[in-house]
């Protein structure tokens, strides 16, 4: 067995925290000496010492977590809690990364001082085209990002590649929003299909011609939407010196796809119809 000191560096874990444990009755020494009142510890208890760690990263309190322990909560089950918590920390993560490129972003528009140029964006016409797609309301990026991943998959495996051109989203709605964004997602088609392609139970892909836009205005974004303020910036910046106005829906078509874990890499073309304004 172990003295305190020993079986603190063995179990990683201070000497001051394994007193405290023991004073409250949720974790006691194997043995104390009484006239010493040295304890003495067994690296049998590990397995206790890591459950009580477990639950503690979970948020429990001391209190609750004793109340668990006297129940004899099984390690299936702390394993199944430490599951769950893993993916809430994951995604945690990933949105503050957003958060961090946002920053990154809004510090570039700074340093260019509202100043853009004319070959910032470019304008162009767009034609008529087939659109294998679907329309629905996504509560944040987590969610679309994980249905342009599903989409992706359902299509590529059931739409001959020689058919499918690049991805794409019309972006609907008068004002922008943090959530519950009205998007519709999919494929651009080099020839029109008759097809009707479900992805879930609720929701199904369609072919339609995506209209046809005598003038737009476009510029390039790197990386997630949260680096688009750069992109809408230039558009905005340009429409209003050259006496243009925006028509809705705007448009965002991927030159490199999402990935997951790999959204920094993606280039978007946004595009704005516009119309020149009367004089």
């Known amino acids: ?21 023991d004073d409250i009755g949720l974790f006691s020494p194997m043995r104390s000496d009484r006239d010493t009142s040295y304890r003495y510890y067994s690296v049998q208890q590990l397995a206790d010492l890591n459950r009580i760690l477990a639950l503690k ?6 209190e609750q977590i004793k ?32 958060r961090l490129r ?29 659109f294998l797609s679907m329309r629905r309301t996504y509560r944040d990026l987590v969610e679309t990002l994980a249905a342009i991943t599903k989409m992706g998959e359902v299509v590529t495996q ?18 922008f929003e943090d959530s519950n964004w009205d998007l519709e997602f999919g494929f651009l088609l080099n020839h029109s299909l008759d097809l009707t392609l479900p992805i879930s139970s609720d929701a ?14 476009t510029a390039m974004r790197f990386g997630g939407p949260e680096n688009g303020h750069l ?39 946004i595009q704005f119809p516009v119309e020149a304004i009367a004089a």
Not at 70 to 93: F, H, N, Y
């Open 102 to 130: 946002a920053v990154e972003s809004r510090l570039q528009l700074l340093d260019r001082k509202g100043e853009f140029q004319d070959d910032d964006v470019v304008l162009k016409s767009l034609p008529a085209q087939p």
């Open 57 to 62: 990263d979970l948020g429990l309190t001391l």
């Open 67 to 98: 109340s668990l322990i006297e129940d004899a909560v099984s390690p299936d089950e702390i394993r199944g809690m430490l599951t769950l918590k893993k993916a809430q920390i994951e995604q945690t993560i990933q949105a503050e990364a957003v």
């Open 1 to 21: 067995m172990f003295r305190i000191g020993e079986f603190s560096k063995i179990a990683q874990v201070p000497a001051s925290q394994l007193r405290y444990y």
């Open 204 to 217: 199904v892909m369609e072919v339609r011609e995506l209209p046809a836009v005598a003038t737009a205005v």
């Open 231 to 269: 992109s809408y910036s230039a558009i905005g910046t340009w429409v209003e010196n050259h006496q243009y106005r925006l028509v809705r829906p705007g448009r965002e078509v991927f030159v490199v796809p999402p990935r997951p874990g790999h959204e920094s890499e993606m280039v978007v073309e």
């Open 158 to 175: 059931q739409v001959e590649a020689k058919a499918l051109g690049r991805f794409a989203a019309v972006i609907y709605g008068d004002l």
